[in-house]
């Protein structure tokens, strides 16, 4: 199968679309009618064909236009990728990992050829032809965790192990649920965790913390996240909250449906090789409610989870303002059937 | 437990009378993971009756994919895994090799690396320097062995006046106040060897005012043998013994009790099992638990710790 790549905005018009086969397949982060935490990791890749666990980074069709979305955040704010300078070599662990794991799931989109330390590199969605040298900076336009990251779908952060603790010390991030890279780096997982409300009473970033240190190469591991956006978004940013703030207020009965959206996180663990780091690719998703409702089973559960949910997890992703006109809206779609267990829409 | 593979042995090579380097490679010379400096491999040796595991460290180029190396000191007096390295393997053996994992990485973020290696302790270094050559950051190695039997590291040190070499049989010995005084602001400091020489190093450090976060060791140690003793498990009622030449985690893995790990010498934490009543002393031989928590004798280390007295019962 060719993918074919959406022509479509993140910001403005919002032209942003899921076709039908994009709807489907979806990561649907809710596998019963409840949330309430988990660290409910497991191992990546690995799926069923088609789905976006099938491959190490998944290549889908808003691949060009998230690539485009992301040099224009990225020329109104630089600070949006940082990388402090001992991660040099974390970033060239990110590039090879990302371009080798490509090459191999995408053939007819992307190709590597290595000769020793020679690199020839050919993204042809976004028409990069490019031969540098492996480890050597001044051979890439910019430095390897932002060139890779400029050509790869989600947020990126590259966490250093030292003293028992990781630390947030580069990172590519425009396409985040209402945090920012400029504030986080160089902080330690303790710190950057600080505003998620409960989890730190229940323990689980103590169990968080100890299974990534534990973490190996070649094992790596996934777990899913979400939030709820207003308009398909990608970069709900602490710095643009100006910009992205005032559109909850632009909900109404009429519009949920189209302007709601759940955001949908796909995050990945990996040990790096070369520099003992861990790399945490955060992959979006954008499903507007109608979307979310084609799928019966995902309609049914999504009122149940969103009309039951805690309070204060409500408020902290940022929804709580408009549950009422949400849930109102996701009733239509339950009839009070029992839902299957797991998160794949029924076929 | 860690991803393994199942590697053979292409080298065998006396690097001294005590201290012998092997090298493993793919079967099928797929290459390997690439690894990072100071990272440390798990080797599973069928010994007999007995499954040993025992973790060495890497001591070729982190670059390199074509195969591990590793150098094993022969210790006369350890529970066998040394000696079953000397006697039993040879090029062609194959045996089941753990990804590489790295409990003493270099820190990037350091202005200039002090290496000091004790006796085998060297070996960690050996692939720090590689990494050092790659990142062409600033370091000194001090290298201190008893004897030049024992010290393998000579054969794989590249000549450079950056690395110091004290022989104490011949007289020299190693100053630590005058390798800890006049560095630059920014220098980490990394010390492998035995116990006497790591503690050496970091009260000097302490007493030249170096901050804790610049100092990073690594104990070389395996699980000591020791009396042998028995434990109950909780859970099931059964009661195992541990033999002299056994560790409390290989006696538990050969009762096919499924218990967690990963660096198998007491530093990665992973093995850390709650006690549920101990009546007696629990020998702590682990880095991992604090002083507090050996007081109080409510976990054990069972890769590396051992217990005398009349009952020790694991909430397992």
């Not at chain 1, 632009?250 to 790399?279: C, D, M, Y």
Request: glycine fraction near 6%.
């Amino acid at each position: 199968m060719t993918l074919q790549f959406n022509d479509e905005t993140f910001r403005g018009d919002y032209s942003y679309f899921n076709t039908e086969h994009a709807i489907k397949r979806l990561p649907f982060p809710f596998d019963r009618d409840e949330y309430v935490y988990s660290v409910n990791i497991e191992a990546h890749p690995g799926g069923p064909k088609g789905s976006p666990f099938e491959f190490r980074f998944d290549v889908d069709e808003h691949y060009v236009s998230e690539m485009k979305d992301r040099a224009i955040t990225l020329d109104d704010d630089p600070l949006r990728c940082q990388s402090l300078p001992h991660m040099e070599l974390a970033g060239w662990d990110l590039l090879e990992i990302i371009m080798v794991s490509k090459a191999e799931d995408y053939t007819d989109l992307f190709t590597l050829h290595r000769d020793g330390n020679r690199w020839h590199w050919i993204n042809r969605p976004l028409g990069i032809e490019q031969r540098f040298t492996f480890l050597d900076p001044t051979t890439l336009p910019c430095g390897p965790m932002e060139y890779i990251t400029r050509q790869t779908q989600g947020d990126f952060a590259l966490l250093h192990e030292r003293d028992g603790n990781l630390w947030m010390d580069a990172g590519m991030v425009t396409s985040q649920a209402d945090w920012s890279l400029d504030f986080d780096i160089g902080m330690n997982f303790f710190e950057w965790h600080a505003p998620v409300p409960k989890a730190k009473q229940m323990g689980v970033f103590d169990k968080a913390l100890k299974f990534l240190l534990a973490m190996q190469q070649g094992q790596s591991y996934r777990r899913l996240n979400w939030t709820m956006t207003v308009n398909p978004r990608l970069d709900t940013s602490p710095e643009n909250y100006h910009k992205w703030g005032p559109e909850k207020r632009t909900i109404t009965p009429e519009n949920v449906g189209r302007k709601q959206h759940l955001r949908i996180e796909l995050q990945s663990f990996w040990r790096l090789p070369r520099s003992n780091a861990i790399a945490f690719p955060i992959r979006c998703y954008l499903a507007c409610l109608e979307d979310i409702c084609t799928q019966p089973k995902w309609g049914r559960r999504l009122h149940r989870v969103l009309r039951d949910i805690d309070p204060t997890l409500a408020e902290y992703k940022g929804f709580a303002v408009n549950q009422d006109m949400i849930v109102n809206y996701l009733s239509q779609f339950d009839d009070g059937a029992p839902t299957s267990p797991g998160i794949f829409p029924d076929a | 437990m860690s991803k393994q593979m199942m590697l053979e042995v292409t080298e065998v090579e006396p690097l001294t009378p005590l201290v012998t380097r092997f090298r493993f490679e793919h079967p099928e010379k797929a290459p390997l993971p690439i690894f990072s400096g100071g990272a440390h491999v798990v080797v599973e040796m069928p010994d007999g009756e007995m499954l040993r595991r025992n973790a060495y460290s890497l001591i070729s180029d982190p670059n390199d994919a074509s195969g591990y190396e590793i150098a094993v000191r022969r210790e006369e007096t350890g529970r066998g895994g040394s000696r079953y390295m000397h006697s039993e393997v040879t090029p062609g053996t194959r045996m089941r090799i753990s990804v590489p994992t790295n409990l003493f990485a270099l820190d990037p973020r350091a202005r200039k690396h002090v290496l000091i290696a004790g006796g085998i302790g060297i070996t960690p270094f050996l692939s720090h320097l590689r990494q050092l050559d790659l990142l062409q950051q600033p370091f000194e190695l001090h290298y201190a062995a008893r004897s030049r039997d024992e010290a393998a590291g000579l054969k794989l040190l590249p000549k450079s006046a950056r690395i110091h070499v004290q022989i104490s049989d011949e007289g020299n010995r190693m100053d630590l106040g005058e390798i800890l005084t006049d560095q630059p602001i920014g220098t980490h400091v990394y010390v492998c060897g035995p116990e006497g020489l790591i503690s050496a190093v970091l009260d000097a450090a302490a007493r030249h005012g170096w901050p804790k976060g610049a100092l990073h060791s690594e104990a070389f140690a395996s699980p000591p043998p020791g009396k042998p003793f028995t434990v109950t498990l909780a859970k099931s009622g059964r009661t195992i013994e541990v033999s002299a030449s056994q560790s409390l985690l290989e006696a538990l893995e050969a009762a096919k009790v499924e218990i967690d790990w990963s660096c198998r010498g007491g530093a990665c934490g992973r093995c850390e099992t709650k006690v549920a009543a101990c009546d007696g002393q629990i020998e702590h031989n682990d880095h991992w638990l604090s002083r507090d928590e050996r007081a109080e004798q409510k976990k054990i280390m069972p890769c590396m710790s051992r217990f005398t007295g009349a009952a020790l019962v694991l909430d397992l």
